[in-house]
């Protein structure tokens, strides 16, 4: 459960990363798009978990 509760901290923490460097970057640019992929595995991790 608290491996749960980690991986949800980050997932929050990338998305907030990923919309603030959107809102000033193209979205295709390489850290949105690094952002984002972080963001997916991420997303992977605690689907996984679940």
Known sequence: MEQKKLILV????CR???NDLSKH????SEEVV???RQL???LNQ????R
């Open 40 to 42: 997916d595995e991420l």
């Open 16 to 18: 907030k990363e990923m």
């Open 34 to 36: 690094s952002i984002s």
């Open 10 to 13: 980050e997932i929050e923490r």
């Open 25 to 28: 970057l193209d979205l295709s």
């Open 46 to 49: 605690f689907e996984k978990a």
